[in-house]
């Protein structure tokens, strides 16, 4: 619905975010490689993973100590690699 295409897009309006959303739609990602991709500092990235946690976009998975990112919403992906393609590289 137009609801949520409208929800994805105000994700998307933080860089942050959007950023995140882009490395993570290329594969699951643990928070160090995330953190030294995008160049995120610790409290801001936690922060924005959790907003992403929140409106389900990203899933969790342990191992250990560390926690991976991985995409949850296929079409929110979808998008994601299309802007990954045009805008993220």
Same mark, same amino acid.
């Given at each position: 619905s137009a609801d949520k295409a409208v929800d994805l897009m105000k994700v998307l309006g933080n860089r942050d975010r959007?950023? =995140? =959303?882009?490395?993570?739609?290329?594969?699951?990602?643990?928070?160090?490689?995330?953190?030294?991709?995008?160049?995120?500092?610790?409290?801001? =990235?936690?922060?924005?993973?959790?907003?992403?946690?929140?409106?389900?976009?990203?899933?969790?998975?342990?191992?250990?100590?560390?926690?991976?990112?991985s995409g949850a919403n296929p079409v929110a992906m979808s998008v994601m690699n299309l802007l990954y393609q045009n805008y993220c590289k």
């Open positions: 959007m950023m =995140l =959303l882009c490395e993570i739609s290329q594969g699951e990602k643990c928070v160090g490689e995330l953190e030294d991709s995008l160049d995120i500092h610790q409290p801001t =990235l936690s922060q924005q993973l959790t907003v992403l946690r929140k409106k389900k976009l990203v899933k969790t998975r342990r191992e250990g100590k560390q926690i991976y990112y």
